[in-house]
């Protein structure tokens, strides 16, 4: 099973630069995640999705726009890249119907902006 | 403020001993969990163990126990026998209520184990 894949691994992008990031599963899960991790201050939510066609902002939405056109693939999008989102984003997701179920995590971007 | 708070930035232990790892959090919901995960060197989030603001018992997966000490708002993360391995971050982290489920995290203990 591959679980939560993200697409790319690794970018470097410049101001003003935009870009997707891909996030998919294959667990049928309703729910999907974008954080981000900065260094000391753990994962941050910045959208989230609670089935296809419904997104919803998080602690840190600004500068990010998503999409859940398809139950299994979840997009963040950078219109206007800016240093301050240089940061390790991570995509999540989880099933419904059981209050203890963890999230499960894809491998994570890393994404500088110069 | 704060949801959850883990003071230790960093932790050390010696091979084969058991190791704390120290998590408070704040919420006035009476439904809520508590998730441990582990994120060693190479990036990914493995999930450790969850509490259940409800359970009657304390958590244990493996070596991992959680010991919830539900008046003074703690979670902690115990690893006995820990081992090389076990160096890594440990992120401890809350949902509120019985919705679609939001996680807030805590900044992390990085724990470095030595032979």
């Known amino acids: 099973n591959a679980g939560v894949t993200q697409t790319p691994k690794f970018r470097v992008l410049k101001t003003g630069q935009s870009m997707t990031l891909l996030c998919a599963q294959d667990m049928n899960h309703e729910y999907m995640y974008w954080y981000r991790q900065d260094p000391g201050m753990g994962l941050r939510l910045i959208h989230y999705?609670?089935?296809?066609?419904?997104?919803a902002k998080g602690e840190v939405p600004d500068g990010y726009n998503v999409s859940r056109l398809k139950k299994q693939n979840f997009l963040l999008g950078l219109e206007s890249a800016a240093p301050s989102q240089t940061s390790v984003y991570f995509c999540?997701?989880?099933?419904?119907?059981?209050?203890?179920?963890?999230?499960?995590f894809g491998p994570g971007t890393r994404l500088t902006v110069t | 403020a704060q949801k959850i708070t883990q003071t230790q930035p960093g932790m050390f232990v010696q091979e084969k001993e058991a190791v704390t790892l120290d998590c408070t959090y704040d919420?006035?919901?009476?439904?809520?969990?508590l998730f441990w995960y582990k994120q060693p060197s190479s990036g990914e989030m493995i999930f450790l163990i969850y509490q259940g603001s409800y359970d009657q018992q304390n958590a244990t997966e493996g070596r991992y126990s959680l010991n919830f000490q539900k008046a003074r708002k703690s979670a902690n993360l115990v690893i006995s026998a820990s081992q090389l391995g076990d160096s890594a971050m440990y992120f401890c982290a809350m949902r509120e209520g019985q919705g679609f489920q939001k996680l807030v995290f805590g900044t992390g203990t990085r724990l470095l184990v030595s032979p």
């Open positions: 919420t006035s919901d009476p439904s809520y969990g």
């Open positions: 999705s609670v089935g296809e066609g419904t997104t």
């Open positions: 999540a997701s989880k099933q419904t119907g059981t209050r203890g179920a963890e999230q499960y």
